[in-house]
Every structure is written in structure tokens, then in C-alpha cells.
């Protein structure tokens, strides 16, 4: 392994780095959270993938006028985001009512999707001016910091700390990190153009947004419901349970880790590849595990391979454009690919409503089959493009 890549790379990144572990906290908590939110507000499977659903209008919103922002505020971007990020997670956990706790999240997805393009925009651009492949990386830390939030929830939650304690401290935490989020003056930033200066939404924007959207759908279903699953339908305690999203966040942080170093030797597209694989096996070993150790196994199996779909296929859509054109080209692909990321935890919880939670893994792996075909179109336009 070529530590000095890892080096290099994460010094190029220095200031994109805090943000992803930043988005990466607060899902990892809320993933822990899970049982308890869904049971203070009251809401069935059903209903919480549906508040879940609900959350995607607010990512996607704020997703399509990111580039807006990111423009608007500069090298401050990521760092404002952030700090809304911060403050936006604190509220759900507040509330015993279904609705308010939607319309909450719906909130703090808005600010999640926000920074998510700003930070993935800038990751794109900082590439295309160095040459070198970063995404790997940078969402690398996202997953170890989803990891080590999740874990730490859960020995919050067996020391009785209420979620609204648990967010507080992240929000602590991530709010004293803002200031290293600033870019200095001569770090590359994004100069986007109009949709109508460049080519609009094309095949290679749609294609790479599907594989991104199937990938964050497999992520966060998985993330959302395992502990659920773990302690409900495998007898696990609360440390047990929030051991489900940690071992997922650990397993793709190291999985990423692993894809910085691959694409020095290997095409991303053929990672892509053999990873959809090797995630849909993890899946469906969870879905029949019959103890929580199996179903950590199964989940291990997942996290590697979910790990590099997501952010290999920004790299390809990235590589593809120009610079003026990349935070563009990003936030359409994330606007698309963000769909699965909220369309996972409902289509779970709406599964589990009617024939459980193994039925609802099992699904996940069936919808991760389908990268291979996007990957061949992906891969047609982008040597037409």
C-alpha cells in the first residue's frame, strides 16, 4: 500500500475532509438513533421510512440550488453548511410528533443535501487541477466518522442519554471544526456555469446518478434499519444494535481507504463492478442471519462493497466535464443519486410492514444487480462523450 498516495491525497483535501466527517457524524448518530426516535414519535415501519421519504424534498431541493450557494459564498461554502448542518439536527429529537419530527427532517436533509454537493463539488474540482483521484478518500472519512458516531451512540443510549443529548454533542463537536473548513484563497474553486452555457443534463449525468442513487439507497437502507434489526429481530441489546451501522461505516471507510489506492492499478469501472457484487452477497447474509454475529458479517460484506460504487462513479461523471462545468455536473448526479439515499429507509420500512425486514434486505440486493447495466451505458456514453 502506498501510504504517501493516502499522504498526498488527504493534504490536497485537508479542508474537504472536516466536511465529510461533519455529514458523516450526524447520520451515523441518527442510524443508532433509530429505534429510539421511531418509538418517542410512535410511528410503525411504515411511517417512519414514509417521514424518512419526506426528507428526500428538502435534500433535493437544496441539492439543485447548491451550486448557487456555492458560488455565492466561496471558499466559506462548505463551512456555512456545515454549521447549518449543526443546527439543523438538533430539533427532531425534540419532539414526540410524527408530523413536526417530518417536517424537521425534511429541515436537516435540506441542509445535509446542501453540503453534500458543495463538499463533492469542491473534492471534483481540486482533482481535475491536481490530476489525481481524491473522492476514495474523502468519502473514506464520511464512513469512519459515521462509524465512530454510531458506535459512540450506542454507549450513549446504554447510559440512558436521551438523542437530544447525543445530537447536542455532535453539534458541539462539528461547530468547533467549521473554521477548518474554510478553503484558503488559492484553493481551486468551482466556477459554474448556467445550465444553458453548457450541454444541460445529459446520459452521462443520468447513468452515473443511477449508479450513485442505487449505491446510496443500498448505504442507507442498510445503515437506517440494521440496528433496528439487530435489536428487534435478533434479540440484541442497544450496544448490539448500534454495532450494525458502526461495523457498515467501519467496513466502507476501509473499503474507501482501500479504492484510494486501487484506481492507481485498476479502472474504477471495474471496481464498480465486482464491488455491486460483493455488496449484494453482504446483503443477502444479513437478510438470513439467524444470530447478530452473522448479521455483522453480512453487513462487514456490504460496507466493502457499497464503499467505492458511489464515490467512483462521481470521479468518472467529474473526469468527464470541464472544470466550469463540474459543480454542474455534481449536483445533478447527487441530486439524482440522493433520491436513493432517502428512497432506501422508506421502501425498507414500507417492505417490513408487509412481509418484514429479512424481505426488505433481500430487496436491497436485488436493486444492487442493476449497477452492472447502468455501469455499460455509463461507461458507452462517456467513450462517445
Known amino acids: 500500500m502506498k501510504i504517501m498516495s493516502i499522504i498526498t491525497a488527504a493534504r490536497l483535501s485537508r479542508s474537504t475532509l472536516f466536511a465529510f466527517a461533519a455529514e458523516g457524524v450526524f447520520w451515523g448518530a441518527f442510524a443508532a438513533l433509530v429505534p429510539e426516535l421511531k418509538a418517542q414519535i410512535g410511528a410503525s415501519d411504515g411511517e417512519f421510512g414514509t417521514a424518512m421519504l419526506f426528507t428526500a424534498v428538502g435534500a433535493v431541493s437544496a441539492m439543485w440550488l447548491a451550486p ?8 466559506r461554502a462548505m463551512a456555512a453548511a456545515a454549521a447549518l448542518l449543526a443546527i439543523s439536527f438538533l430539533f427532531p429529537a425534540l419532539t414526540s410528533s410524527f408530523w413536526l419530527f417530518t417536517v424537521l427532517m425534511v429541515v436537516a436533509g435540506a441542509t445535509a443535501g446542501l453540503l453534500d454537493v458543495v463538499m463533492n463539488a469542491r473534492v471534483s474540482v481540486i482533482e481535475g487541477a491536481h490530476n489525481t483521484s481524491l473522492m476514495n478518500l474523502n468519502h473514506a472519512i464520511f464512513s469512519l466518522a459515521y462509524a465512530g458516531a454510531a458506535l459512540a451512540t450506542g454507549i450513549a443510549r446504554e447510559a440512558q442519554m436521551t438523542p437530544w443529548m447525543v445530537f447536542i454533542g ?17 484553493a481551486p474553486s468551482p466556477e459554474p456555469k448556467s445550465q444553458s452555457a453548457g450541454h444541460g443534463v445529459n446520459h452521462v449525468m443520468i447513468w452515473g446518478g443511477l449508479i450513485v442513487l442505487i449505491a446510496f439507497m443500498s448505504e442507507n437502507a442498510t445503515e437506517g434499519w440494521s440496528a433496528l434489526f439487530i435489536e428487534r429481530d435478533l434479540g440484541g441489546r442497544a450496544a448490539q444494535g448500534a454495532l450494525g451501522p458502526a461495523i457498515l461505516g467501519l467496513t466502507m471507510g476501509i473499503g474507501r481507504l482501500a479504492g ?13 463492478k465486482y464491488a455491486s457484487a460483493l455488496a449484494a452477497l453482504g446483503t443477502l447474509i444479513a437478510a ?17 462493497g457499497v464503499s467505492v460504487i458511489a464515490p467512483m462513479a462521481f470521479s468518472i461523471v467529474g473526469q468527464h466535464f470541464e472544470k466550469s462545468m463540474r459543480a454542474f455536473a455534481i449536483s445533478r448526479v447527487a441530486v439524482l443519486g440522493y433520491f436513493g439515499f432517502f428512497i432506501g429507509p422508506p421502501l425498507m420500512g414500507w417492505i417490513s410492514e408487509v412481509a418484514g425486514l429479512r424481505a426488505s434486505f433481500v430487496s436491497i440486493a436485488v436493486v444492487l444487480g442493476f449497477v452492472p447495466l447502468c455501469l455499460f451505458y455509463l461507461n458507452r456514453n462517456t467513450r462517445n462523450g
Open 68 to 75: 448557487k450557494f456555492d458560488a455565492l459564498l466561496g471558499r
Open 170 to 186: 455532535f453539534s458541539v463537536l462539528v461547530l468547533s471544526i467549521v473554521p477548518l473548513m474554510i478553503q484558503t484563497k488559492t
Open 260 to 272: 484510494q489506492l486501487i484506481t492507481e492499478r485498476l479502472k474504477e469501472i471495474s471496481v464498480i
Open 288 to 304: 438470513f442471519a439467524p444470530t447478530p454475529l452473522v448479521a455483522y458479517l453480512g453487513f462487514g460484506l456490504a460496507g466493502f
